[in-house]
């Protein structure tokens, strides 16, 4: 039995309440057990472990609800001629860097497989907590699909493999479309990932085109619910592929780059969450010379991001659930927590999108009695950042701010004494 006192510090606790200065925390093995102020906290009669925080600010483990491990960039060159097994050791240094910004809970939608969620639940390599989709199921000719209309087919990411089907997963028509889902949930999905529209990223479609029929994403949604616990998560940028969508039961929209007042009335009486991931248009923008992406998605990212804005603005306003949420393997794996500040820009405030980023975003995965805020008796995901982001959010894209980060209860990064 060990007990870790995290003191010294102004609390932040994920549920949207007026910070609090001169707390402690009280962790037990993996579990927060107790939390007050410093002067009257009850502590336990034995050693204790003592972190002084330094005067900094302590919050729950940040949650990011769409990344991809097995990507980073889009340049299709390099991504063609990486060998097979070399994506996987590159996936290692994602998953640390993840972590060390401080997001110890991810939901992977699309590439990670139930191995590497293992590899890091069996201490084998660091990372984040995962919630996985594996594989993406795409029309032909939808968004997922490389094939050129020079005849060449550039399968850009690992080709199936053993407890993989793939991650563009093609699929047209109700039965074939029932078959895939079933294969992707026998390799260990947790999540099922769809998309109902076209998008920036595809070479021969456009965000706004309409993908799967509602009758398709039913049954998607109707072979999930006989698992319990089970969702689909839907890339929907498009006004009427995010209807279908929302119409058919999704769980979460990601993206909704085009949205109106009928759609956004759905959401709501659905709960229906979104998922904007401003740092992928963003990023795409950004970092072009980096990443090396291809003319079309360039060109797309820049088409889209007023419209983006303007929408999840909307959505914000009228009450939709808002979950954090990045994209990171289309931008740099790290950098998540940018996702925050620009919430901000379509007006939400920098508690709200705190909140977004925990709270919210542990509602999304399904695990808000575990995680998403530092309450009694969840796990200890715990983050210290030297300064204060309700004044200044900026502070916490910045990796050498997040000076100490306890994931399940371990302190997997610890600036605080270096």
């Not at 007050?36 to 003592?50: K, Q, V, Y």
């Not at 919050?59 to 097995?70: Q, R, S, Y």
């Not at 401080?102 to 191995?115: N, P, S």
């Amino acid at each position: 039995m060990t007990y870790t006192l995290i003191r010294n510090t102004t609390l932040i606790d994920g549920n949207g309440g007026s910070p609090i200065p001169n707390a402690a925390i009280l962790v037990k093995d993996n579990h927060i057990h107790n939390i007050g102020l410093a002067d009257t906290i009850s502590l336990p009669n034995t050693e204790m472990i003592e972190v002084d925080a330094k005067g900094g600010f302590t919050l729950p483990g940040f949650i990011d609800t769409h990344v991809h491990f097995m990507l980073e960039g889009l340049d299709t060159v390099t991504m063609l001629t990486t060998p097979f097994s070399l994506n996987f050791y590159q996936a290692i240094d994602r998953m640390r860097r993840t972590v060390e910004a401080g997001i110890t809970t991810v939901r992977d939608a699309g590439g990670t497989d139930l191995g590497m969620k293992q590899a890091v639940e069996q201490g084998l390599i660091l990372g984040p907590r995962m919630q996985i989709s594996i594989s993406i199921l795409t029309i032909t000719g939808g968004h997922l699909d490389y094939w050129m209309r020079s005849g060449q087919d550039l399968d850009l990411f690992p080709p199936p493999y053993p407890g993989h089907p793939g991650l563009g997963v093609r699929c047209d028509g109700v039965e074939e479309v029932r078959k895939k889902v079933r294969e992707i949930l026998r390799a260990g999905a947790e999540v099922i990932k769809v998309c109902s529209t076209g998008g920036v990223s595809s070479p021969t479609d456009h965000p706004d085109f309409t993908q799967f029929t509602i009758e398709e994403l039913q049954v998607i949604v109707q072979e999930t619910a006989y698992r319990r616990g089970i969702k689909v998560m839907a890339h929907a940028q498009g006004l009427e592929g995010i209807k279908n969508a929302v119409q058919a039961g999704v769980h979460s929209i990601e993206h909704g780059i085009y949205l109106d007042d009928k759609v956004i009335e759905m959401m709501l009486e659905r709960g229906t969450f979104l998922v904007p991931t401003f740092s992928v248009v963003d990023g795409i923008i950004q970092h072009a010379d980096e990443t090396g992406s291809p003319e079309w998605v360039i060109r797309k990212a820049k088409e889209v991001m007023d419209a983006h804005q303007k929408s999840i603005r909307k959505a914000y306003q009228a009450g939709v659930k808002i979950a954090m949420g990045t994209d990171s393997g289309v931008m740099p794996h790290g950098t998540n927590l940018c996702e925050l500040r620009l919430m901000c820009d379509i007006g939400m405030t920098p508690m709200e999108s705190i909140v977004a980023s925990t709270k919210v975003a542990a509602e999304c995965l399904g695990w808000q009695d575990k995680i998403g805020t530092i309450e009694t008796g969840k796990l200890a995901d715990i983050v210290v950042c030297n300064g204060d982001p309700i004044n200044n959010l900026r502070v916490l894209e910045d990796v050498n701010n997040i000076v100490l980060v306890m994931k399940d209860g371990q302190v997997v990064k610890n600036l605080l004494y270096s």
